[in-house]
DNA sequence: TATAAGCTTAGAGTTGGCTCTAAGGTCAAT
DNA sequence: ATTGACCTTAGAGCCAACTCTAAGCTTATA
């Protein structure tokens, strides 16, 4: 049984952090003294851990909750229900490097077009560029947004 | 001499957008009616539009007021201030491609690993391999953070 | 026994960029 | 003169995922 600073030690989380997810029903302590300290047990250990591997690849709070439901019960969940939120998640991922492959040709191909000395600005073609407008390729973003 | 509705159609941004930018110093009216309205010259209307365009690329609204301030004195700023704030914007925006192409793998190789049918979780690799938190390459993130 | 470290809670604050609301004043058209 | 569309303001709310604070209790060590 570790205390939550034990926990958070172990798992790389904060304290702050692994209250946070309980109050978001990701983790919890199955245990609790007397005086209400939190108390976790090898399989909230292995559920924190679980919900620490799935923030590092980049899933939400929001899926990592849907991941620890149908860990808790795999009988009745199917294996694509995990594949179908993966698969989201990735779609998200190409979605955001496709936006920022766009912005990555445009800020390129603003520094190629100008030489960055220390010549004063009057003729800056990248201040040019942003009065003309004429920086091409404008970001699609289904979502209207840079992250 | 437009109107901020008139602004916003020309502009593409909203009329509250457009007072949200005021209020942070990146446009402003050059004029106001009797009753308070806001009239927008020529030359705000520029200005608008390129902010616009900055946001379009990703600029945030912090560097769009240094690209402002160099835009209007450009004999006391030089280029290479202009290349810097591009040049770290590029650098932010490589940062980020670089941590969603780790998770996009990541993801991947967990879809690859997994066939997704309509078998039951019990034995689904993607579930497994968040157990055994063997999904390798953590994103490394300087920042910490997922966008 | 006293002190410090660690735990508890509810709830507020942070970030960036909007987005919206409420309550009211203005203006053009009928 | 009245309707309805438009304008004004200050300020609140939203999103995600924390991060921190305050005030008070507990536990371990000296």
Redesign the interface.
């Known amino acids: 049984m570790l205390k939550i600073s034990e926990l958070a030690a172990q798992t790389g989380l904060s304290a702050h952090t692994i209250r946070f997810y309980e109050k978001h029903g990701l983790i919890s302590a199955s245990e609790r003294s007397e005086a209400g300290y939190r108390y976790y047990s090898d399989a909230d250990i292995?559920r924190a851990?679980?919900v620490?591997?799935?923030r590092?690849?980049?899933f939400s709070l929001d899926d990592i909750g849907q991941?620890l439901s149908?860990?808790l019960d795999?009988?009745?969940?199917?294996?694509?229900?995990?594949?179908?939120i993966?698969?989201h998640?990735?779609d998200e991922?190409?979605g955001?490097?496709a936006e920022?492959?766009i912005?990555?040709q445009?800020?390129?191909r603003?520094?190629d077009s100008?030489?960055?000395?220390?010549?004063?600005?009057?003729h800056?073609s990248?201040?040019e560029a942003?009065?003309e407008?004429d920086?091409a390729s404008?970001?699609s973003a289904r979502n209207g947004g840079?992250?």
């Open positions: 292995r851990e679980f620490k591997t799935a590092n690849i980049g991941l149908i860990r795999k009988d009745s969940h199917s294996c694509q229900e995990v594949t179908d993966t698969q998640k990735l991922v190409n955001k490097i920022l492959k912005m990555q445009t800020l390129q603003l520094l100008c030489g960055g000395g220390p010549e004063d600005a009057t800056c990248i201040i942003l009065e407008g920086v404008t970001v840079h992250s």
